[in-house]
């Protein structure tokens, strides 16, 4: 496969220098591309392995052996006649499908069938080694990896006990992951581990547009010919990677500066340690890629543009960044007079410290010229569909509250529909799910549901089986060979063993939300929505799946379709306006309908409907029809379904109609106050649609 040049890349700077950073020292620990789909985020991580200087490797070595120091579990190192050539840096791509066996490394089958030799077959973290390990869509990656990979990146070694082995081999590589901010977040302890990340977008201007597509069109029509064009760029830049390389341990970053990047941390409100140690790497490979060997205080600035911004979220649906006029004004402080030394962090520049509410995207990046060799990276696909908004401002409503309309009456004439805030909540609801049965492999992993007997998760035993979907090589083997067989193994259908795994999936949370008037009396709409959000940040925790139908005036709306970024239906829910009648049979009606659909995809999470409202419907699906009552009837029906449900009666004061219990009650789920909400767990049972 022949992969885009690096140097042809059109614009994303940063990107570029992010990359260069972790090829200069990848002791910086990786960099995760974030951003929107179609800017060529792929093409960047796959462009730079061809530019990387080459190292010596022994050919045939599957464990990417240093040649002064190979792994005791390598038969081709360990040869006294090995000979080492100059080889291209291991480039290897985890998928997300890989199985353990695949990433870890597992038993020889073919050397233990054939001689009844227990050897060793090395996984992709092996052939990582002293590379690259890129992961598309890492925000995706199944949980039971990420754990992996969280375990080796902490020790730089792979240690396997399985199937009768125990093996351990260094594995130490650049991670390089891309995401698209539309399918989830990434779970923090993966995140803090990516040393450097960077914000990517298409770009703007039409001229380096145009660019992209020329160069594009260009590299398709021969990719042979238009990668060699670009041959003195390629080796150009490799050689100067190759020289911040030898030139790296000779950077020194002095004292004072060291302060500089502690300071940094501490008023920008960083809570990781590790922030500060790829600051201090960060800002010598930037001057080692200069070809200088001081580093100066912009050094500084540049690594907090690229390793802070991920490490500054502290809650579910704060988004990362920096904001940038604190940091100049930290910087200008610093260069007025000298880092404060030897205090404790909370006397550091307290006179200076200021309350940061905002957060205006640290890592976006400034677009190039476009001129060929000098540019950064080039867009592959075509933005396809509207972007979702990112907006971050809380609208508060400028109406006054006495005029508010009563329960079912239409928005007087002149009379704006308010915006709410969520109110502050209380401790985080849980949410846990009985399953009565495994969800298969077809639901996306999350931590919510128990799924047994899935082809992923974790081994729990191994048990005879002639017809296995997942087979225990151990537990066979042993069998095999336990039946006297001279010679070499001789494995029957008898001796099949089937793996019993058990893990867990997500699970769709359908929020159907009540935004009509009758909400905005008492300022009820804000309990509600915190009590959303409260529920949220427990679906961002557990990797779920959400979607948010809300309902007022004539009709119900799909306010997000479903979709693993949980930060998305937050901000939705935030912009929710509130006002007009209340169609709740309307609404009942669509959430059926969307978890139809969902139920249709082959790879839909089980479903659960929490439905937030007072039951006060007074708009109906057909004309001079009864609200209430095609209310219950769609309540019986989604009960028939067996979709499981939670109720969160709105409703307050003297006067209760308790029609939220009724509908509860149609539905056969629990209902709770906004009060009880903040109990610490709620306890769901998945029946039996998921087997």
């Given at each position: 496969?022949t992969?885009f040049p690096?140097s042809?890349?059109v614009?994303q700077e940063?990107l570029?220098?992010a990359l260069?950073?972790?090829?200069v020292?990848p002791g910086i620990g990786g960099?995760?591309?974030?951003?929107?789909k179609?800017?060529?985020?792929?093409?960047a991580a796959?462009?730079?392995?061809?530019?990387?200087?080459?190292?010596?490797?022994?050919?045939?070595?599957?464990?990417n052996c240093?040649?002064d120091?190979?792994?005791e579990?390598c038969?081709?190192c360990?040869?006294?006649?090995r000979?080492?050539?100059?080889?291209p840096?291991?480039f290897?791509t985890?998928p997300?499908g890989a199985t353990?066996?695949?990433v870890?490394?597992?038993?020889?089958?073919?050397?233990a069938l054939n001689?009844g030799?227990?050897?060793?077959?090395?996984g992709?973290l092996a052939a990582?080694?002293?590379?690259?390990?890129?992961?598309d869509e890492?925000?995706l990656?199944a949980d039971?990896?990420?754990d992996v990979l969280?375990?080796?990146a902490?020790m730089?070694v792979?240690?396997v006990?399985?199937?009768?082995?125990?093996?351990?081999h260094?594995?130490r590589?650049?991670?390089v992951?891309t995401?698209?901010?539309?399918?989830?977040?990434?779970?923090?302890?993966?995140l803090?581990?990516?040393?450097?990340?960077?914000?990517?977008?298409?770009?703007r201007?039409?001229?380096?547009r145009a660019e992209?597509?020329?160069?594009?069109?260009?590299?398709?029509?021969?990719?042979a010919a238009?990668?060699e064009?670009?041959r003195a760029q390629?080796?150009?830049l490799?050689a100067?990677l190759a020289?911040?390389?030898?030139l790296?341990?000779?950077?020194?970053?002095d004292?004072?500066l060291?302060?500089?990047?502690?300071?940094l941390?501490?008023?920008?409100e960083?809570?990781?340690?590790?922030?500060?140690?790829?600051?201090?790497?960060t800002?010598?490979a930037?001057?080692?890629?200069?070809g200088?060997?001081?580093?100066?205080p912009?050094d500084?600035?540049?690594?907090?543009e690229?390793?802070?911004p991920?490490?500054r979220?502290?809650?579910?649906?704060?988004?990362p960044?920096?904001n940038?006029?604190k940091?100049?004004?930290?910087?200008?402080q610093?260069q007025?007079?000298?880092p404060p030394?030897?205090l404790p962090?909370?006397d550091?520049?307290s006179?200076?410290?200021?309350?940061?509410n905002?957060q205006n995207?640290?890592g976006?990046q400034?677009?190039g010229?476009?001129?060929?060799?000098?540019?950064?990276?080039?867009?592959?696909e075509p933005?396809?569909?509207a972007?979702?908004p990112?907006?971050?401002e809380?609208?508060?409503?400028e109406?006054?509250q006495?005029?508010e309309?009563?329960d079912?009456e239409?928005?007087?004439?002149?009379?704006?529909?308010?915006?709410?805030?969520?109110a502050?909540?209380?401790?985080?609801?849980?949410?846990?799910?009985?399953?009565?049965s495994?969800?298969?492999d077809s639901a996306?992993a999350?931590r919510r549901?128990?799924a047994?007997?899935?082809?992923?998760g974790h081994?729990?035993?191994?048990?005879?089986?002639?017809q296995?979907?997942?087979i225990?090589i151990?537990?066979?083997?042993?069998?095999?060979?336990?039946?006297g067989?001279?010679?070499g193994v001789q494995?029957?259908r008898a001796?099949?063993?089937q793996?019993v795994?058990?893990?867990?999936?997500?699970n769709l949370?359908?929020?159907?939300?009540d935004?009509?008037?009758?909400?905005?009396a008492?300022?009820?709409?804000?309990?509600?929505?915190g009590?959303?959000?409260?529920?949220?940040?427990?679906?961002?925790?557990?990797r779920d799946e959400?979607?948010?139908v809300a309902?007022r005036g004539?009709?119900?709306?799909?306010?997000?379709a479903?979709?693993?970024s949980v930060?998305?239906?937050?901000?939705?829910?935030?912009?929710?306006?509130?006002?007009g009648r209340?169609?709740?049979p309307?609404?009942?009606?669509l959430?059926l309908?969307?978890?139809?659909r969902?139920?249709a995809?082959a790879?839909?999470n089980p479903?659960?409907?929490?439905?937030?409202t007072?039951?006060?419907?007074?708009?109906?699906i057909?004309?001079?029809?009864?609200?209430?009552r095609e209310?219950l009837a769609?309540?019986?029906?989604?009960?028939?379904?067996r979709?499981?449900?939670?109720?969160?009666?709105?409703e307050?004061?003297?006067?209760?109609l308790?029609?939220?219990?009724q509908?509860a009650q149609a539905?056969?789920?629990?209902?709770?106050?906004?009060?009880e909400?903040?109990?610490?767990?709620l306890?769901?049972?998945?029946?039996a649609?998921?087997?």
């Open positions: 496969m992969n690096f042809a890349i614009g940063q570029r220098k260069m950073l972790c090829a020292d960099v995760l591309i974030r951003g929107d179609g800017t060529a985020k792929s093409t796959r462009a730079l392995a061809e530019v990387l200087p080459p190292i010596e490797l022994v050919p045939g070595c599957a464990f240093t040649v120091s190979p792994c579990h038969p081709t360990s040869q006294a006649d000979v080492a050539t100059l080889s840096v291991p290897v985890l997300l353990e066996d695949r870890l490394g597992s038993l020889d089958l073919s050397r001689g030799q227990k050897a060793f077959q090395p992709l990582a080694y002293r590379g690259l390990l890129y992961i890492v925000n990656l039971h990896l990420v969280l375990d080796v902490a730089g792979n240690r006990q399985r199937e009768g082995l125990s093996v351990s260094p594995a590589f650049t991670l992951g995401m698209n901010l539309e399918e989830g977040d990434l779970r923090p302890q993966l803090d581990r990516f040393g450097l990340m960077v914000e990517v977008t298409a770009p201007e039409k001229a380096v992209v597509v020329r160069r594009r069109i260009g590299f398709e029509a021969n990719p238009y990668v064009s670009w390629q080796d150009a490799q100067r020289t911040a390389q030898e790296l341990p000779q950077v020194q970053l004292d004072a060291l302060d500089l990047i502690s300071h941390c501490c008023e920008l960083v809570a990781s340690l590790r922030a500060d140690i790829v600051m201090y790497k800002a010598r930037i001057a080692a890629l200069d200088r060997i001081e580093v100066t912009q500084i600035r540049g690594a907090a690229l390793v802070l991920h490490r979220r502290r809650k579910p649906f704060e988004q960044g920096l940038q006029d940091l100049d004004d930290l910087m200008r610093a007025d007079e000298s030394q030897d962090p909370d550091m520049g006179g200076q410290r200021t309350q940061d905002q995207g640290g976006q400034a677009q010229s476009g001129q060929p060799g000098n540019e950064p990276e080039q867009a592959i933005p396809d569909g972007q979702q990112h907006g971050s809380q609208f508060e409503s109406q006054p006495n005029g309309q009563q079912g239409q928005p007087q004439r002149g009379q704006a529909e308010q915006v709410f805030a969520a502050a909540g209380g401790p985080t609801a849980r949410i846990s799910v009985e399953a009565q495994a969800p298969g996306a999350g549901s128990v047994r007997q899935a082809s992923r081994v729990l035993r191994a048990v005879p089986n002639e296995p979907t997942s225990a151990g537990a066979t083997l042993r069998s095999a060979a336990l039946r067989a001279g010679g494995v029957t001796d099949l063993h793996q795994r058990v893990g867990t999936s997500a949370i359908l929020f159907v939300v935004a009509s008037g009758s909400m905005a008492q300022r009820r709409m804000e309990a509600l929505k009590a959303v959000v409260n529920l949220l940040t427990d679906a961002y925790q557990q959400v979607a948010v309902f004539q009709r119900a709306e799909l306010l997000l479903p979709t693993r930060d998305l239906a937050e901000q939705g829910l935030r912009e929710l306006p509130t006002g209340t169609p709740l309307h609404a009942l009606q959430a309908e969307t978890l139809q969902a139920g995809n790879r839909a479903p659960l409907l929490v439905l937030l007072d039951g006060k419907g007074n708009v109906p057909s004309e001079g029809g009864d609200p209430w209310s769609l309540a019986e029906l989604l009960a028939e379904r979709v499981p449900a939670l109720v969160i009666d709105t307050n004061g003297y006067l209760r308790g029609r939220a219990a509908l539905l056969g789920a629990e209902c709770l106050t906004l009060e909400l903040s109990a610490d767990s306890a769901l049972t998945v029946r649609r998921l087997a």
